[in-house]
């Protein structure tokens, strides 16, 4: 059993930013790669990026790279999404995932059950 928990959703003006967490519990390792996705009404989830056992390696998406980051805090189990920039085409439900570092949605054993985000232009 793994429980992965987002947090750290909200409603925020362009050009701001958020954080979001995931913490991860059960039988999943610290070392683990993770990822984020987001996905808004009928549309498929959509890849935002991936971390590896540490945040030396990562993988973003074309359309959030240089303005999303990525980290982990292995002691505490807990991946990061730090948001920055924020645009309102950013607005989805996040998730977080695990375990794997792809963008295939559909390779992924473990889900979050997803944190809000929306961003008013």
């Known amino acids: 059993q793994v429980d992965l928990v987002e947090s750290g959703g909200g409603l925020v003006q362009a050009g701001g930013s958020l954080r979001l967490s995931c913490a991860a519990s059960?039988?999943?390792?610290?070392?683990?790669?993770m990822t984020w996705f987001r996905q808004v009404p009928g549309k498929e989830r959509e890849f935002v990026g991936s971390i590896g056992w540490n945040s030396a390696v990562t993988a973003y998406a074309n359309s959030v790279k240089g303005r999303f980051t990525i980290s982990r805090d292995n002691a505490k189990n807990i991946m990061y999404l730090q948001m920055n920039n924020l645009r309102p085409e950013d607005t989805a439900v996040y998730y977080c995932a695990a375990p794997g570092f792809d963008s295939d949605y559909r390779k992924y054993e473990w889900w979050g059950q997803g944190t809000q985000v929306t961003v008013s232009s």
């Open positions: 059960g039988n999943i390792s610290n070392r683990d790669p």
